[in-house]
């Protein structure tokens, strides 16, 4: 039955009703998502909020239109027309190409570059023909000579006003082609400024123990490159970016065009201002030393890289990130469920594991509220050091005399579940498997191996050591009642050859190996259904929206310490949600010999996933008390925690604490928590305004403690996002935390 329409007049009091709530609130269109406007030839990719415009120009070719806030009509749009030339610069060289071809007289970035069987070496991309279903548009485009095939396929998020490229490149032609460079697409601001403004680009860069910094810098002319050329994601750059109006936009306020480009492999984002100061972010495969041969009828595909735009700041760009990751990207059950509170050994106990040992931990674990046991490396084959070990994945019997059943039974009859650490990708050079097989890892032969932390890497894309490493894993789900693993990762490439097949074929490792970590990873999953891995490289070195379609949780860095991490979870949270930010509570003096209460470690820690990471046997009795009712708070909140939207209230990189706020998505609950790192010269912290909440709504205020200036029982929406609540944190390290709840 069709909906009847409503009378004009109620139809008219709604529209101006949803205008005046929130500018960011979202109006689910009856229009289909997708549309085609045949006269125009243009395409309308339409979310709740956004639209973005394609259209087929006079060249045939596909040119962006528009991307920003949803538009009201579609006779509003002009079809796409190619700009004017001039000396040295020609009409498709101007006009802002959705996925050019390196070929003819475009000097931009390209979106792709091959090289045919005859040596010919220009590409020229045209519109051919188009698909739409659903939510999803595939154009497909072809050469003007060869048959050689790109099919964009645009699926579109309405919910979260995000959509995702992805290109697949088809061979038709008789000879082999190399792709030599290939981008999942190109993201364009759709206007140029006026001149006395430039546009900036928020990034995450930093390195070990210092990962997901956030970098603003104007866009200058010329090319900003983000990448990594490590083989994985890297902690030194994270393919995430945003870009504002030149400082318009805010924590809260201001458009903001954004993406991320789900690869775990080496990647790039050319963020590129051209001289006509159109500004673009070409992102996918990186281009360095790639060289992907295409055999006849064969096929690549791109990565997804998502876009979204948002006219609510950095703030609620960051919560559509979250959202949809919590949504559509992560595996089903991470979607399904809170992540436990976890114990993981490391810090404790490092490699000197024993049965024993671990037991006694995860007693003192279990008291304190903890859900799941995990140990940490030191439990196989002569692992007694970073220098052994890596590749022989059996337990070491000096360790665990009747293997792992005896501490897992344990952990399980204290209420936990049991984790393992696993290396699966590396060797050590000083193991049975390379000594069995020394032509399994990355090398290329008569050239040194180039060893980092005492471990060379398997090449995961040769058939044979995929095998290897399944099976090995596998085995040790069969045997063990393992849920979980912390699946590590720890050293980049180098001298990435692949001997074994013909060097036409080798530059395929960037490709290969990536896509065999995921298949590996999903095959466990399904022999064995709730099993569930955190991805670990030395800490943040793997986390994108690529690895998150395959693991439900991060370990953020490998920087424990409270302070360093509060702006490590600042920047991670800028592109990925709090539910898979694993975050421990670790022993100090910490990092930097830095000293800092208990409480606020926990604090700290208890805005993501709550992981303890310290040595318990050294925990007083006091800390135990602290750290039980800390872990049964951290319960009580956990779901706005994971699932709520984050609203950023203080940063602690430009104030002297920070003050976080999540929010239930229905508004009837919410929690903030502040962590003060040094008052100075008396000063009070500011008040801060609550964000997101029912305006009407009163809501009963929980306070940990004494720390909230004003003790007010009860305050309404309106009072907490307009008065705000002011805390009294004081001298160093001292943080609160405050529940809402409502009650009316
Ligand atoms: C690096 C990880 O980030 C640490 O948490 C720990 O698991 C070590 N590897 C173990 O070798």
């Known amino acids: 039955m069709r909906p009847r329409p409503l009378p004009v007049r109620t139809a008219l009091l709604l529209a101006a009703v949803l205008q005046a709530a929130a500018s960011t609130a979202a109006v689910p269109s009856s229009r289909p998502t997708v549309r085609y406007l045949a006269d125009a030839r243009l395409f309308v990719l339409e979310t709740d909020r956004t639209s973005y415009v394609l259209g087929v120009n006079e060249q045939n070719e596909v040119q962006l239109v528009h991307w920003g806030a949803r538009l009201a009509r579609d006779s509003d749009l002009e079809p796409a027309h190619t700009r004017e030339g001039y000396a040295f610069e020609s009409p498709e060289g101007l006009s802002e190409n959705e996925y050019p071809g390196w070929g003819g007289l ?9 090289s045919f069987a005859d040596g010919v070496r220009d ?31 645009y699926r579109v998020f309405p919910g979260h006003d995000i959509l995702a490229k992805q290109a697949t490149i088809r061979n038709g032609t008789t000879g082999p082609v190399v792709v030599e460079s290939a981008a999942s697409g190109v993201f364009s601001m759709p206007f140029r400024l006026p001149d006395d403004r430039v546009y900036r680009l928020t990034h995450l860069a930093g390195r070990w ?99 979204g735009f948002t006219s609510g700041g950095f703030g609620e760009a960051s919560r559509l990130l979250h959202r949809l990751e919590i949504e559509e990207i992560l595996p089903d059950r991470a979607a399904r469920r809170v992540r436990p509170v976890l114990y993981n050994s490391w ?57 792992l059943k005896p501490l897992v039974d344990h952990v399980k009859s204290l209420g936990m579940d049991f984790g393992l650490w696993v290396e699966p990708e590396m060797v050590n050079p000083d193991s049975d498997l390379y000594r069995a097989h020394p032509d399994w890892v990355l090398h290329f032969p008569q050239r040194p191996r180039s060893e980092s932390r005492n471990q060379l890497i398997l090449n995961l894309a040769r058939k044979d050591v995929q095998e290897y490493v399944f099976a090995a894993l596998d085995r040790l789900l069969t045997e063990n009642e393992i849920r979980f693993f912390k699946w590590d990762m720890n050293r980049h490439f180098s001298e990435p050859g692949w001997p074994a097949v013909s060097p036409e074929e080798q530059k395929k490792v960037w490709v290969e190996y990536p896509r065999a970590v995921y298949a590996i990873m999903d095959r466990l999953k399904a022999r064995h259904p709730g099993v569930e891995i955190e991805s670990c490289s030395g800490g943040g070195g793997r986390v994108d929206l690529g690895m998150l379609e395959h693991v439900e949780e991060v370990w953020t860095s490998d920087n424990t310490e409270a302070f360093d991490r509060l702006r490590i979870q600042e920047g991670f949270t800028m592109a990925y949600t709090p539910k898979v930010m694993m975050a421990w ?7 930097n010999g830095r000293v800092t209460p208990l409480r606020y470690r ?36 956990r779901p706005l925690v994971q699932e709520g939207s984050l609203h950023r209230l203080l940063s602690p990189t430009d104030d002297d604490a920070a003050v976080n706020e999540y929010v239930a998505r229905d508004g009837k609950e ?75």
């Not at 659903?134 to 003007?144: A, P, S």
């Not at 002319?221 to 393919?239: C, F, I, M, W, Y």
């Not at 100075?680 to 009407?696: D, K, M, N």
Request: one cysteine or more; glycine letters at 10%; aromatic letters at 10%.
């Open 106 to 114: 475009r000097f931009a970035e390209p979106c792709l570059k091959v």
């Open 585 to 591: 509570v670790t022993d100090v003096p910490n990092m």
């Open 670 to 744: 919410a929690v903030v928590f502040a962590c003060r790192h040094s008052q100075q010269y008396l000063h009070a912290l500011p008040t801060v305004r609550l964000r997101g909440l029912v305006a009407e709504a009163v809501y009963r205020i929980e306070r940990m403690d004494d720390r909230l200036v004003d003790k007010p029982q009860t305050l309404s929406g309106t009072a907490l996002m307009e008065r705000g609540l002011t805390f009294d944190l004081r001298g160093d390290f001292d943080a609160t935390s405050v529940r809402l709840e409502r009650v009316e």
């Open 123 to 153: 590409l020229v991309l045209k519109y051919a023909s188009h698909e739409i279903q659903g939510d999803t548009l595939v154009l497909h485009l072809k050469d003007i000579g060869y048959d050689l095939g790109v099919d964009l396929t």
């Open 602 to 637: 926990f604090l700290t820690a208890m805005q993501g996933s709550l992981g303890i990471g310290g040595n318990l046997s050294r925990w007083s009795e006091a800390d135990g008390k602290l750290a039980t009712d800390m872990v049964a708070y951290y319960k009580r909140v």
């Open 347 to 403: 810090e404790a106990t490092e490699f000197a594991v024993d049965e024993p040992g671990q037991k006694a931990l995860a007693e003192k674990a279990a008291r304190l509220g903890v859900e799941r046991f995990v140990m940490d490396d030191g439990w196989f084959g002569a692992r007694n050091h970073d220098r052994a070990g890596l590749g022989d994945w059996t337990v070491n019997p000096k360790k665990f005399p009747s293997g």
């Open 209 to 307: 123990a210092n990962e997901t910094q956030i970098v603003r810098e104007t866009i200058e002319p010329g090319k900003k490159v983000l990448e990594s050329r490590r083989g994985t994601t890297s902690h030194q750059a994270n393919p995430f970016f945003a870009i504002d109006e030149g400082g318009r936009a805010d924590e809260e306020h201001g458009r903001v065009w954004f993406g991320a480009l789900a690869w775990s492999g080496n990647w790039k984002l050319v963020v590129e201002r051209t001289p006509e100061n159109l500004v673009r972010v070409t992102g996918g495969f990186n281009d360095f030393d790639f060289g992907y041969r295409l055999a006849p009828g064969e096929r690549l595909t791109t990565p997804r890289f998502y876009g």
